[in-house]
């Protein structure tokens, strides 16, 4: 039996680096890291390769549970992108170190790869451009609309559905107290106050979500820089490592998505995504609830922007703040609406 190959991690991503590791060759690559992967973009294709890492509920140490997701990948966003995704590749290695895609020697990782798709047409890039048409969106919507009515249901108990929730709000108190700036934690706080009690006052309404069957397996992280706008649209880049974090309300994913539009510059296309999303599925989901959605979302974004900040990375910790303090300033704007909204209510019972 042959001596396994030894190489490390830093030795992968080298070879991974250069034009001559590809098969059909290309002229260059681009490397970009992401907090859990590296990306390695040719001519015409990216590939991924997952960070041997452990996070919150998932752990990528081993090559078996690497080439699990790479597996979960393909799969799942294939239903958003099915041509897109091509298939799971091996990193392959033989006893004297020598690597190579797809070759004969023993699988020491697993790759994704994928269709290169043009950045400039990614909807995050056309709203950055000035470039972005309304009627860019009428295609965006209807392609999630048509996943969400026929995506599987899931099956959840409403006391897990808003335990989650409450969660992702101790979470970030969390988060932001181990963060020790004084200003973000000083926002903070207004703002899980009104969401705690929009959700303390307004459970029936979750509950009945639950007990309709309107929460799906959806995306998981629907922002503009995940959806692809020339001709038929593609969304790509679902959360396919954490299954509850795909086990979501359609509204609230789409609520994030305009909310991600409106954050970076972005017309308001929050009215249509629901319209079509209503025509569909025959769900009209209350403003309120949209609201709360959009609330809870910039919460969870702005903890995971701070979460970061002591992570090397791409980004800068000054960059991360602005970026949290920003997702705090729309969460503030949307659950001061959750809380009047809820002053009215009791005001109408008197």
């Known amino acids: 039996m ?67 997701n790479a597996l979960a990948e393909i799969r799942l966003n294939r239903r958003l992108a099915g041509d897109v995704y091509i298939g799971v590749v091996p990193l392959t290695g033989d006893a004297q170190g020598r690597l190579a895609i797809g070759g004969r020697g023993a699988p020491i990782d697993w790759l994704v790869k994928m269709v290169r798709l043009d950045s400039r047409r990614m909807l995050d890039r056309r709203i950055a451009s000035g470039r972005w048409r309304g009627g860019d969106i009428e295609p965006v919507a209807s392609r999630l609309a048509a996943f969400y009515a026929t995506a599987p249901r899931v099956r959840l108990i409403a006391p897990t559905f808003t335990a989650r929730m409450k969660a992702e709000i101790a979470a970030a108190e969390r988060a932001f107290s181990a963060a020790a700036d004084p200003q973000l934690v000083a926002a903070l706080k207004p703002i ?71 954050r970076l510059g972005g017309p308001p296309i929050g009215h249509p995504l629901l319209r ?29 922007a701070i979460r970061h900040v002591r992570d090397p990375g791409a980004h800068a910790p000054a960059e991360l703040r602005d970026r949290a303090a920003a997702y705090l300033a729309i969460a503030a704007r949307e659950s001061a609406f959750l809380s009047r909204s809820l002053d009215r209510a009791a005001i109408g019972r008197r």
């Not at 639950?210 to 959806?218: A, P, Q, S």
């Not at 209350?286 to 809870?296: E, S």
């Open 2 to 68: 042959p001596a396994p190959c030894k190489t490390g991690i830093a030795e992968r991503i080298g070879f991974l680096s250069l034009p001559q590791s590809y098969p059909g060759g290309t002229t260059r690559v681009e490397t970009v890291e992401t907090h859990y992967s590296w990306v390695f973009l040719t001519d015409a294709y990216a590939f991924k390769l997952k960070k041997p890492v452990r996070g919150d509920g998932f752990d990528f140490r081993t090559i078996a549970a690497r080439r699990r």
């Open 192 to 262: 899980t106050r009104r969401i705690v009690a929009f959700l303390a006052r307004r459970t029936a309404l979750l509950r009945r979500r639950v007990h309709d069957r309107r929460l799906v397996d959806g995306h998981g992280d629907l922002r503009p820089e995940h959806v692809y706008v020339n001709g038929t649209p593609r969304i790509i880049d679902c959360l396919e490592f954490r299954a509850d974090l795909r086990q979501v309300d359609p509204v609230g994913e789409l609520a994030y998505l305009a909310l991600e539009c409106r």
């Open 276 to 304: 079509r999303y209503r025509e569909r599925t025959g769900d009209a989901p209350p403003d309120q609830l949209v609201r709360f959605y959009a609330a809870l979302s910039a919460v969870v974004r702005a903890r995971i």
